[in-house]
């Protein structure tokens, strides 16, 4: 027999079967349960049979259904050996991919129990159960498959690509605790392929300076506890009453959870943000622990600075001394972000932050367009902030404060750096229309020249 007749001889026995199998694939798809539970015990060589084209079995075919299909995923298991519950489709799912994809946590507990090697079974592009099961933003099956997946063996999760894609779902889902468990298991994951400093830096929601809360919900976010799910052991008798202390504020606060929903919101948004912090501190110190320090934190400031999140700023300014110096490409610092995206907590931490020479060298640079932060001050602001404000003469109030902020500023630092541009910041402005900011410009730029000329002859008459 020539091996072209072979090849359809098989061709035509899978298609048998595939006809053969139908009853119970569509037993499965239409969650027919007990139909499919008596068509595997009248013929036990269908629990590891192909189904379909895309080489199912009915193992993975009920996960892929999700957590319905659990108890005939069970009565499947106790029929199955443990190579048939590792079987793979065309694509390399097992059927732990497809529960982990789903967030069956109980579907991936009775897979486990059953054949354990499933969590370092790769598919055909490489992704683990775990994750898939990050990339779908399922957290609890996350931290179950984290607990169960080896690195001691290959693939290893945390390393190579492997890592850089679990870091990067972990980031895309903000689950920042996690990312920090990947982190102090595998350091290099803080630049490995990506960098998740710049993802956090671009996402000013994930921060307390990035949330708009009212008076209401900014109380409320005061009064929130850390965490009340998890209250440490007591060690001794102070600790103990600590402890006592805090699961009944803890219990509390799950009462008016119950009765207040909007409460919880509230904890949630605040256990974000602390993740989110504390992610920022781990990953500045791996990254600035690192030899290409000032590449991998330089863009990261800049986009911090950029989106308004002066946790990021601040935690960067106070690990490394050089980190006012980074400049983008059209030579603007943090500095000059700042204040071309109107963030005042961002531009406080910066000038707060930094030496009296420090300071000066910034205020003074100039960009490549010879634009110092007057000038950046002097034009329009972007036009997201000036939708923040609802009116045009509240918008024209605003940007007159945040112009008198700069010119004191600069006004601390030089007097005379502040008359020589005076008349190009003033044309800027009247160009952008401010022309109450531009008169404003003026009367304190006389000011300053008048009190300079004063304080001048003041020191003549004393040497005289």
């Known amino acids: 027999m020539s091996s072209s007749d072979s090849s359809s001889d098989n061709e035509a026995a899978e298609e048998t079967d595939l006809i053969y199998y139908l009853p119970l694939q569509r037993a499965i798809r239409k969650d027919e349960w007990d139909v499919a539970t008596r068509f595997v015990e009248a013929d036990p060589d269908a629990v590891g049979a192909i189904l379909s084209a895309e080489a199912e079995t009915p193992l993975i075919l009920a996960a892929k259904q999700g957590p319905r299909s659990n108890h005939f995923l069970a009565r499947l298991l106790e029929l199955m050996t443990p190579d048939q519950v590792a079987q793979r489709d065309n694509t390399g799912t097992t059927a732990l991919h497809a529960a982990a994809m789903h967030g069956n946590i109980s579907g991936v507990q009775l897979l486990l ?3 354990p090697a499933l969590t370092n079974i790769p ?3 490489g992704d683990l159960p775990l994750h898939l099961a990050a990339a779908h933003g399922h957290r609890k099956t996350v931290r179950f498959l984290f607990g169960l997946t080896r690195y001691d063996v290959e693939p290893n999760p945390y390393q190579g690509g492997h890592g850089a894609a679990l ?9 920042y605790d996690i990312a920090i468990s990947i982190l102090q298991r595998h350091p290099t994951s803080a630049w490995q392929g990506f960098s998740p400093l710049d993802v956090l830096a671009q996402e000013p929601s994930a921060f307390r300076s990035g949330s708009k809360l009212n008076t209401l919900q900014h109380l409320l976010y005061s009064c929130v506890p ?15 009453e600590n402890t006592v202390s805090q699961k009944l504020y803890a219990t509390l606060w799950k009462f008016l959870e119950i009765i207040v929903p909007h409460m919880k919101s509230i904890r949630v948004t605040k256990s974000l943000h602390c993740q989110a912090v504390q992610l920022v501190k781990c990953l500045c110190e791996k990254l600035l622990n690192s030899s290409d320090a000032d590449k991998r934190c330089s863009r990261s400031i800049r986009l911090a600075a950029k989106f308004g999140i002066d946790e990021i700023v601040g935690e960067i300014l106070g690990r490394s001394s050089y980190a006012h110096t980074f400049f983008d490409e059209d030579g603007r610092s943090a500095l000059h972000l700042a204040v071309m995206y109107r963030h005042e907590n961002v531009f406080n931490s910066i000038v707060n932050g930094l030496s009296a020479g420090n300071r000066k060298f910034l205020l003074e640079s100039l960009d490549n367009k010879g634009n110092n932060i007057l000038h950046l001050a002097g034009y329009r602001a972007q036009q997201q902030q000036l939708d923040l404000v609802s009116s045009a003469v509240l918008q024209m109030q605003h940007e007159l404060q945040w112009f008198k902020v700069n010119v004191v500023t600069c006004l601390n630092v030089s007097t005379s750096f502040f008359s020589v541009d005076c008349v190009r910041v003033t044309y800027t402005l009247k160009v952008e229309g401010y022309l109450g900011v531009a008169y404003t410009l003026l009367s304190m730029s006389l000011r300053a020249v008048l009190d300079n000329t004063t304080d001048a002859s003041t020191d003549c008459k004393r040497k005289a």
């Open 226 to 240: 850390m965490e009340i799910e998890n209250v440490p052991l007591a060690v001794n008798g102070d600790d103990a």
């Open 113 to 115: 129990r059953s054949q």
């Open 123 to 125: 598919n055909k592009v």
């Open 167 to 175: 870091m990067r779902y972990a980031m895309n889902a903000r689950f």
